[in-house]
């Protein structure tokens, strides 16, 4: 578990500013109708849902960080909270803030 705290501090901040990036209000949003073509607008529509969907995706990252930290200071990190299983050390792996064994992690949602 050495450097587990650092390594989901260092995670924590680049979510933080990805999600900065995010909400960063585009430029070219209030000059839609001028002159622009059509599908420009639809464009920047998309662009704004995906920004949503991304904004949520790094929301849940984030309390998943949190939940991770917590787990490290009471001792049950690196067990599933749903089941309780051990999480295979693969998944810790690939994403240390896993609060949940991959079959749990599938159900949760
Ligand atoms: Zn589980």
Redesign the pocket.
């Known amino acids: 578990m050495e450097g587990l705290p650092e390594l989901l501090k260092a995670k924590r901040r680049e979510v933080v500013e990805e999600m900065a990036g995010l909400t960063a209000p585009p430029d070219d949003a209030g000059g839609i109708s001028f002159g622009k073509r059509v599908g420009d607008g639809t464009s920047i529509a998309v662009e704004r849902i995906t920004q949503v969907a991304a904004h949520d995706r790094f929301q849940a990252l984030l309390s998943e960080i949190d939940r991770a930290e917590q787990k490290l200071a009471d001792g049950s990190y690196g067990s599933?909270d749903?089941?309780g299983?051990q999480i295979p050390a693969g998944r810790l792996e690939a994403r240390p803030w896993s609060s949940?064994?991959v079959?749990?992690a599938v159900t949760a949602r």
Do not use: G, K
């Open positions: 599933c749903n089941c299983e949940h064994c079959s749990c």
